[in-house]
T-cell receptor, first 115, second 112 residues
Framework: NAGVTQTPKFQVLKTGQSMTLQCAQD?????MYWYRQDPGMGLRLIYY???????DKGEVPNGYNVSRLNKREFSLRLESAAPSQTSVYFC??????????????FGPGTRLTVL | QKEVEQDPGPLSVPEGAIVSLNCTYS??????FMWYRQYSRKGPELLMY????GNKEDGRFTAQVDKSSKYISLFIRDSQPSDSATYLC????????????FGTGTRLKVLA
């Protein structure tokens, strides 16, 4: 099992450009999440998908859109990148069946720089 | 006020020391508590999770939850240089929602 995979690992964009960050999990998890991690701010939830076909906003959704393509894949799109979106982006998944063991498994991250 | 507070460190200790990492939280509705370890330029990896107040041990790691004080701790015994990483506490809102709240992380360095 590869767990949670993310592509690309690194990306540099110019202000106004668009891009899609890809995430896939092979653990048959129901729920998937996108976070950004900034120094001193910790992990902040951008969007999440409790199950296939549903998505919900997290703490910092502005400037982002998501697509839960199927149970395995959850993509994050920046339509018009801004320097404030320079960050490390992590995708995560959980079994989504509730209970104490419903913990998150993270991907390796995408380092995005917007010039 | 942040829902979860965590001292950012850095915390430097000699090899073999006992390390104590802590988080406080303000929302008494949090039910599940987790600790993650994050090596530099890597994703967070789950170390331990707990549900109730009390202690939970796993090898050299002990997670402690005190719901009455809204305080959680992670103890690392016989610390090793390989334990050098950032440790994140995380809490989950009550069942029915799927939103997790993370602390900002404490950077730990174990000196050989």
């Amino acid at each position: 099992n590869a767990g949670v995979t993310q592509t690309p690992k690194f990306q540099v964009l110019k202000t106004g450009q668009s891009m899609t960050l890809q995430c896939a999990q092979d653990m048959n998890h129901n729920s998937m999440y996108w976070y950004r991690q900034d120094p001193g701010m910790g992990l902040r939830l951008i969007y999440y998908s409790a199950s296939e076909g549903t998505t919900d906003k997290g703490e910092v959704p502005n400037g982002y859109n998501v697509s839960r393509l199927n149970k395995r894949e959850f993509s994050l799109r920046l339509e018009s990148a801004a320097p404030s979106q320079t960050s490390v982006y992590f995708c995560a998944s959980t079994p989504g069946r509730g209970g104490a063991s419903d913990t998150q498994y993270f991907g390796p991250g995408t380092r995005l720089t917007v010039l | 006020q942040k829902e979860v507070e965590q001292d950012p460190g850095p915390l430097s200790v000699p090899e073999g020391a006992i390390v104590s990492l802590n988080c406080t939280y303000s929302n008494s509705a949090f039910q599940y508590f987790m600790w993650y370890r994050q090596y530099s330029r890597k994703g967070p990896e789950l170390l331990m999770y707990t549900y109730s107040s009390g202690n939970k041990e796993d090898g050299r790691f002990t997670a402690q939850v005190d719901k009455s004080s809204k305080y959680i701790s992670l103890f690392i015994r016989d610390s090793q240089p390989s334990d050098s990483a950032t440790y994140l506490c995380a809490m989950r809102r009550p069942s029915g929602t799927y939103k997790y709240i993370f602390g900002t992380g404490t950077r730990l360095k174990v000196l050989a």
